[in-house]
DNA sequence: CATTTAATGTGTATTTTTAACACATTATTG
DNA sequence: CAATAATGTGTTAAAAATACACATTAAATG
């Protein structure tokens, strides 16, 4: 009595069965801001969360790569097109959604706020400190905390947090990042040699302006050096 | 024109085009034998990968858990019931299953080879060695790869491969395991030390039997240690 | 039973990495 | 010109990772 199917290899179902499932993609989108890390969220609209924060997500097109999706999503509603996304996880219970069966992936970008004041203030949207969020609509509470983990993670080993700032930075900026990411306080002076050793920076031969104490030096991020694949000799 | 969706909070498509994506489950099966870390993997039937090697998977259904899905994979296909399983990412391309838009989540598990020798020669399910997989059905090289990745992450800082391994083994088993993940040698003073260090390993008072040489003592994993949540006070 | 074999079991010195820590300097503010 | 609030710099100590050699033991061999 079963229909033929075009999974027929897969298992026992027909196609119909199979084709119940949405799938979505959710972003995680951190900026720095005010030395705190912050996530860009807004209002849920439907009843079962109204009022609550949301992520920024969309289902899925059935002509669509999922990672063109994300990237999708964050042009629709950043406005930005050339930034630092990744993919951390898949949460597939089956009630996450009152509307339906939606299966989402998580992804984490990290962006520099100032880029983008201009698409902000249209909606809901709000960029809100990670710290306070107690409670969010569906599972994107746990979904921001497996992403904020991984992040924290990313950060140790890899040069990703100059996503979360503008292209000349002073090293205090740079620490203080750090900090906001990984919740913690770090010495400066070790801090400081860590990353010239590391050769992550390249001096730019000038001094932070407008501030009331001495200016720091400004740095770029050493691009060169990670482009493509790592250079072997540094 | 459009139709009302129960999705519409999300975007423009109705309903009807967003169910045109089915959502499957792959599982990269670890084991280990003759000194080799190896993957489970069977014969493809569909005619564009026909013989080639392929990874164990299935459509997720629509009223379960992707995790359960997992779960359900491992214990139709392997007969095992409770064993290491976890998620590492999910493969969306348009085009990477010719019978239609299928997205996957990948998940790697390890066990122990004997345990479940039983079921085995039921099919073409094969245990391959991972080192000489040069080409797979589908995305599934990709799929292997990354999920090979992560495990080599993953032993490096937490007690994994002991569900690689019989409850009792010796340390050069253990020893070898690492080698075989981590495909290079390690000292074997070194490596002593640090499981001792790390109390990873309860001493058993028992000895090897039936090696041609002086037989070495055997442990079993630390379990206890890592119960829930790992104990402060060691 | 003595010898050979092939592994196990053990400790120390070296290097590298990480962590802790204090004072002089500089531009701005009042 | 004094007070402010930050920047910029080096050394020492502790911890972790690495390199490395020899005596011991049970089984197998003749």
Request: hydrophobic share 40%; net charge neutral.
């Amino acid at each position: 009595m079963k229909q033929i199917s075009r999974f027929s290899h897969f298992g026992e179902l027909s196609d119909k069965d199979y084709f119940r499932i949405a799938l979505s993609v959710d972003c995680v989108i951190f900026g720095f801001e005010d030395g705190e890390l912050k996530v860009l969220v807004i209002k849920c609209n439907i009843k079962e969360y109204k009022g609550m924060w949301s992520l920024l997500g969309d289902l899925v097109k059935p002509d669509e790569d999922i990672n063109s999706a994300s990237y999708r999503i964050l042009k629709e509603r950043t406005g930005l097109d050339d930034v630092y996304l990744e993919q951390v996880h898949t949460f597939g219970k089956v009630n996450r959604h009152p509307a339906g069966r939606v299966i989402t992936t998580a992804y984490f970008s990290l962006v520099n706020i100032k880029d983008h004041q201009l698409k902000l203030s249209d909606n809901e949207l709000h960029w809100h400190p990670v710290k306070d969020i107690a409670e969010m609509a569906f599972d994107h509470k746990s979904i921001l905390d497996t992403c904020l983990d991984r992040l924290r993670e990313k950060v140790d080993d890899q040069p990703v947090v100059f996503n979360l700032l503008p292209k000349k930075f002073s090293l205090r900026e740079l620490q203080s990042v750090y900090e906001a990411v990984l919740n913690c306080e770090l010495d400066r002076r070790n801090f400081r040699k860590k990353f010239f050793m590391m050769d992550w920076l390249v001096d730019l031969n000038e001094l932070e302006e407008d501030v009331p104490h001495r200016p720091g030096k400004l740095y770029k991020f050493n691009a060169a050096k990670f482009a493509k694949k790592a250079k072997k000799i540094s």
